[in-house]
Structure formats: structure tokens, C-alpha cells
């Protein structure tokens, strides 16, 4: 299957400082990204979509100034977070759509724990 | 609103045994349900998937029931193992739109 490649898995990081997290998408071109939060036990929360070349569309409660999305082009997209607090600490999951396939189906990155001491 | 609704929250089988996760669903204009398996610490991983042309997709030990009147579908995992244990989303979608994602099952394989 098509791979997605998320980086970094893991990051720790002081409160007040910004991290930014890349999604890749290795064999296909990926016009449209997801950026889901993901809290312990729970489903996943989608936070924006972002299409190539374009501004990402935020869901309601994700501040767009706080989760600052990149998508420059059709293989990588970027979240950065910015100013963290503890509270932004949680599990951060990218996905592609592969639009060369039928435009259905979705791959995740492996994800990226962020921890804000 | 909750578009995909999932039962049941955890589930624990044994080894050897059919799991049987549910999902429901309310928009009629879905038309991809995949199933996703997540393991600790990592992303979700595609499973298996159906559109509602058809009643039954299997995989290995994995099959898709689809009921389109009733706007169900299930997940059977045949022979269960301990290796199955994972969280699974159940999810829907139609052309060029977001996923949306059930809240997840958490399955536990006693060997």
C-alpha cells in the first residue's frame, strides 16, 4: 500500500516554543492532507484539511494561529505548533488521500507524541 | 453530530473466536466504508474496505457485512489472535470529501 511518512515520532519540547511536524507522502502525490489530534483511548479529531497550494481549512475550535498548516506541494505537508502549551501535549496523525487512486482511500503517518513540559 | 456511530467500545474474545465490531451511519451519500486498525503508539493502518454495491467483502480472516436498507456495516475478524488486539475505526466517506471516523473499539485477544 501507499506509504505516508510522518516525522518526528516523538518530540519533547518547553513550553513557549514552536514544533513543527512533516507529513510526506513517499509513492503517490497527495492532493488533499488531514491533520487529526488523538487523545488516549479516544477516535480521531480532525483539526484541518489542506490541498496543495492552498489555504487549509480549519474545523470549528482549531485555532488556525495556533496550528499553522503547509502545503507546498503535492508530497509534503507541515503542522506547526506554535507557542506550545501543555495542553497542546497529545498525538498528532497526518493522512494522504491518494488521488491517483480512485481519490478514496486514505493513509496515516505513523503519528508524532508531542509532550509540552 | 456524530455521523458513524460504532459499537462496541472494547471487546474481549478468545483466542480462536469471532470478533464482531458495528458501525452505523446516517448519510446516505457515503459510498467508501474502510476499517482501520491502530496499534499503540501508531497511526492507522487500512484493513479492509467496501462500497455499497456489494453485501460481503472478505479478506483472509477479515470480513465486511454491508446492509445498505439499514445503513450498517460490520467488521468480523474470523479465528481471533492475540495479534489482533488492536483499536478499530470503522469510517465513511464519499467522493472528494473528508472521512469520517467511528469512535473506535478496543480489542482485546485472551490467548
Known amino acids: 500500500g501507499a506509504v505516508v511518512s510522518q516525522h518526528p515520532s516523538r518530540v519533547i519540547c518547553k513550553s513557549g516554543t514552536s514544533v513543527k511536524i512533516e507529513c510526506r507522502s513517499l509513492d503517490f502525490q497527495a492532493t488533499t492532507m488531514f491533520w487529526y489530534r488523538q487523545f488516549p483511548k479516544k477516535s480521531l479529531m480532525l483539526m484541518a484539511t489542506?490541498?496543495?497550494?492552498?489555504?487549509?481549512?480549519?474545523e470549528q475550535g482549531v485555532e488556525k494561529d495556533k496550528f499553522l498548516i503547509n502545503h507546498a506541494s503535492l508530497t509534503l505537508s507541515t503542522l506547526t505548533v506554535t507557542s506550545a502549551h501543555p495542553e497542546d501535549s497529545s498525538f498528532y496523525i497526518c493522512s494522504a488521500r491518494d488521488g491517483g487512486r480512485g481519490n478514496e482511500k486514505l493513509f496515516f503517518g505513523s503519528g508524532t507524541q508531542l509532550s509540552v513540559l | 453530530q456524530q455521523q458513524v456511530k460504532q459499537s462496541p467500545q472494547s471487546l474481549i474474545v478468545q483466542k480462536g473466536g469471532i470478533s464482531i465490531i458495528n458501525c452505523a451511519y446516517e448519510n446516505t451519500a457515503f459510498d467508501y466504508f474502510p476499517w482501520y486498525q491502530q496499534f499503540p503508539g501508531k497511526g492507522p493502518a487500512l484493513l479492509i474496505a467496501?462500497?455499497?454495491?456489494?453485501s460481503e467483502k472478505k479478506e483472509g480472516r477479515f470480513t465486511i457485512s454491508f446492509n445498505k436498507s439499514a445503513k450498517q456495516f460490520s467488521l468480523h475478524i474470523m479465528d481471533s489472535q492475540p495479534g489482533d488486539s488492536a483499536t478499530y475505526f470503522c469510517?465513511?466517506?464519499?467522493?472528494?470529501?473528508?472521512?469520517?471516523f467511528g469512535t473506535g473499539t478496543s480489542l482485546t485477544v485472551i490467548p
Open positions: 469510517a465513511a466517506t464519499y467522493t472528494g470529501n473528508q472521512f469520517y
Open positions: 467496501i462500497r455499497p454495491d456489494v
Open positions: 489542506s490541498n496543495e497550494g492552498s489555504k487549509a481549512t480549519y
